[in-house]
T-cell receptor, first 115, second 110 residues
């Protein structure tokens, strides 16, 4: 039982390049999330997926797109990377719906640098 | 707009000291408050609090919620160097996402 896994662990991009961050969970959770963490800013929600087939914007969605490929996988795409997207990206999942009292489980993170 | 404020932002203590970390919030449709510990990598879950006045305990860590005054505290007694980490407070409203504070960075020195 690996929990939440993310690939890659580290990535360096040049401005304007594109890439996709992958996330998978093996806990049969319905909801999945993408956060970014910047120094002094805490974790901020980029996008989330309440269930398979649905996605919604979070606090800081500009410059990103997401795909909920199936129940297990939730990817985050940067179409044209900018230096302001240099950050640590965390994927998370939780068992069920908005009315639940369950915690979110986090992946190990992807450290992205955009030059 | 929902707001979660943690204090202090950073703290340095000696091994054996007791520390209290604070989290205040302004959230519409409050559901729960969560504490996470983050050491270099992924945040790991510590506690979830939903009711006022009920203390949650795990070893040397404990936490309590005051829904009237809108705050929570996380206590760590007899601190050890392994307690050095960033402690994150997050609040869940009736939506899906967690609203995080900026964290308290705790350094425990030998």
């Amino acid at each position: 039982n690996a929990g939440v896994t993310q690939t890659p662990k580290f990535q360096v991009l040049k401005t304007g390049q594109s890439m996709t961050l992958q996330c998978a969970q093996d806990m049969n959770h319905n909801s999945m999330y993408w956060y970014r963490q910047d120094p002094g800013m805490g974790l901020r929600l980029i996008y989330y997926s309440a269930s398979e087939g649905t996605t919604d914007k979070g606090e800081v969605p500009n410059g990103y797109n997401v795909s909920r490929l199936n129940k297990r996988e939730f990817s985050l795409r940067l179409e044209s990377a900018a230096p302001s997207q240099t950050s640590v990206y965390f994927c998370a999942s939780s068992p069920d719906d908005r009315y639940s009292y369950n915690e979110q489980f986090f992946g190990p993170g992807t450290r992205l640098t955009v030059l | 707009e929902d707001k979660v404020v943690q204090s202090p932002l950073s703290l340095v203590v000696h091994e054996g000291d007791t520390v209290t970390l604070n989290c205040s919030y302004e959230v519409t449709n409050f559901r729960s408050l969560l504490w996470y510990k983050q050491e270099k990598k992924a945040p790991t879950f510590l506690f979830m609090l939903t009711s006022s006045g009920i203390e949650k305990k795990s070893g040397r860590l404990s936490s309590i919620l005051d829904k009237k005054e809108l705050f929570s505290i996380l206590n760590i007694t007899a601190t050890q160097t392994g307690d050095s980490a960033v402690y994150l407070c997050a609040v869940k409203n009736s939506g899906y996402a967690l609203n995080f504070g900026k964290g308290t960075s705790l350094l425990v020195t030998p």
